[in-house]
């Protein structure tokens, strides 16, 4: 029997979302299944807001053995939820949910994904380094509590929105004691851009069109640049910083290593990374 062949005991998992038909999670784990030769199936649900308490009640009823969650309920879904534990309490973010003895453990892996994918992808390590990060809304959140529990040494949130980062830099400081400065989009100037070690775009600019926000003239080569956006080719911001000699990364590699830690947390064991990259960046090619 072939292991996609869908049987009575196929082990069932999913991403909610709305929308979700860009998501490339069923891609990703279906390929690690397909590695492992494992009789899973990994499907896409399009669920809207009010149908989503009970679609998560579902994963129960159905006996689903995870889910992750993606845009817009990441934070709306902590409310349907028996525990939440890991770096999704202090960020209030859950993107994966964890069915273990019929009880739904709500949990994130955008950050240590994250951090994973700098270290063993970009060959980065963050301890003791400068970070600047452009955005302040969920995928911000996301990643800002493992950057400090990595031990970086400073952090600078820039934003369109000020109030929004300003609200974020008081949050933290209350749940961690972390400082962090805030900088509004229109002041760039005022900026310190050879401080910098690593630049991170958490923003959505840059994902369908061709701008972004960092104007090229800042870009020191000794800046290691991630953009969390992904899509077919390249970014304005990694075209620029590969122009100028930085070090760069993809927010593809993000979606790897998150979905990896999902993967490890669901089945306790590790996942064929190669298999899944393989699939995620084929898909691109
Ligand atoms: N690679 C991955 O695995 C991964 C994981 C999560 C997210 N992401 C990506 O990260 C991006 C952000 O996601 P999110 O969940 O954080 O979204 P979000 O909560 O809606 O936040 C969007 C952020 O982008 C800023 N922004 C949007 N349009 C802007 C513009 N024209 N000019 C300046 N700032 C702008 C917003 O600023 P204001 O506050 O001023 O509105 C806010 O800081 C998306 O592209 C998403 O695909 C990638």
Known sequence: MNSNTIIGSTTVLAVFGDPVSHSLSPLMHNAAFSALDWNCVYIPCRVQSEQLSIAVR???ALNWKGVNITIPYKQAVQAELDQISGDAEKSGSVNTIINRDNQLIGTSTDGIGFLRSLQEEGHFEVKEKNVILFGAGGAARAVIYSLINAGIKSLTIVNRNFEKANDLRLQVLDKTGF????????????????????LINSTSVGLHDEQSLVPVIYLKPKHF????????GDTKLSRDAKQVGCQSLSGLSMLLYQGAESFQLWFESDPPIDAMRRALYQYYE
């Open 58 to 60: 579902s994963i129960q």
């Open 225 to 232: 640049v991630y953009d969390m956006v992904y899509k077919r």
């Open 179 to 198: 400082a962090l400065s805030v900088y509004d989009l229109s002041k760039l100037e005022e900026i310190n851009w050879d401080l910098y070690d690593l």
